[in-house]
């Protein structure tokens, strides 16, 4: 949580205090300045007054623009000093909610302080649209700076990459190239990928495209992908189930939870209910499968060489592979000794 020295409720009954009844009641309502937080449309706002949306609108901006032409705004000058330097210490463009939530956890306050960057003549918003958040910016060249990056950064992942939040970062900072050092740390670039609509953190804590199933997790067959992930070795599918529950919160039955894995080709099943990623290399199929796999990759193999192969790819006895071997219907062995498929 950032710290702030004024009492922006406070502030914003200075400023309101210049304007007429309505304009201060429309103000208000607006921005949820009252005991009802909730902001009012301009329809619903004309509705009251009996007016059009469009007088609503125009009674707004008479009345924000005369608030800044008073000697309350002008009154108000360290208060708005302080938020443009708080802006400018978290990177000098700011997610709203993310912002307002740095600063208070309190609705009402929350509304307050908006009202202020909204009156703020430093202060200017860019509103949600299909890339970004809703934002706040202090310096328009470095806002296009980085939304220009982030969309540079968007555009190199595929819905398959994942990576780490470090790495994440280190490859954002290769398309800022004009922006300030002073901006070019690890809390500031953070922030900055946070305006991303597009790019986005799992619960895992990992960035990739966020419509992707690796960020944007919808099932028992994306959480257990991300579970093993973490794991980074083979698990046995009762903890993948327990992990998924104490992870993400999901209530993960453990025969529901394996059955799902058997069904999707992103998992390998490599031993008694253990369970890797296909993307790690495993070869998929039974012991009979992957020896099969083996030979037609390399070659007639001895006994040895198979059981030292087929170890790489399974968690199994050595007997298990040799009963395998011995099943005439699928192997041969030659007069050196060595395996292979029959034809």
């Known amino acids: 949580m950032a710290t702030i020295t004024f009492k922006p409720k406070q502030s914003t009954k200075n400023l309101l205090s210049v304007l ?3 304009a201060r009641d429309v103000l208000i309502s607006r921005y949820g300045l009252g005991k009802n937080t909730d902001k009012m449309t301009l329809d619903a706002i004309g509705k009251n007054y009996g007016i059009t949306r469009e007088r609503v609108r125009q009674i707004e901006n008479y009345a924000i623009a005369n608030i800044r032409k008073s000697d309350a705004y002008k009154s108000e000058k360290a208060v708005f000093s302080e938020l443009e330097t708080l802006i400018h210490s978290l990177g000098g463009i700011v997610v709203e909610e993310d912002f307002l939530r740095t600063l208070s956890k309190d609705k009402s306050l929350q509304n307050h302080i908006n009202f202020l960057l909204v009156v703020g003549d430093s202060f200017k918003k860019k509103k949600e649209d299909d890339d970004f958040k809703h934002r706040w910016h202090v310096n328009e060249a470095l806002a296009k700076q980085v ?25 954002f900072l290769e398309h800022l190239e004009n922006v300030s050092e002073k901006y070019k ?35 028992m067959r994306d959480y257990a992908f991300l579970v093993i992930r973490k794991h980074g070795s083979p698990i046995h599918f009762k903890e993948v189930a327990k992990q998924i529950s104490l992870i993400f919160k999901k209530k993960a039955h453990v025969a529901t939870t394996h059955n799902e894995l058997i069904k999707d080709s992103r998992f390998v099943l490599v031993g008694r209910g253990l369970y890797a990623l296909a993307e790690w290399g495993y070869m998929s199929g039974v012991v009979k499968d992957v020896i099969s796999k083996l030979l037609e990759k390399h070659g007639p193999l001895t006994k040895e060489e198979i059981v030292d192969k087929v170890l790489k790819e399974r968690y199994v006895k050595e007997n298990t592979i040799m009963v395998n071997l011995q099943n005439q219907k699928h192997f041969k062995r030659d007069k050196e000794g060595r395996y292979a498929p029959v034809q």
């Open 20 to 22: 007429p009844d309505r």
């Open 147 to 171: 939304e220009e990056s982030l969309r540079k950064l968007y555009t190199g992942l595929t819905n398959d990459d994942l990576l780490p939040e470090s790495e994440m970062v280190n490859k």
């Open 185 to 219: 740390n690890q809390e500031i670039v953070r922030r900055w990928l946070s305006l991303s609509k597009s790019v986005d953190k799992n619960a895992i804590g990992e960035w990739g495209v966020a419509s992707s199933p690796n960020i944007r997790t919808k099932g």
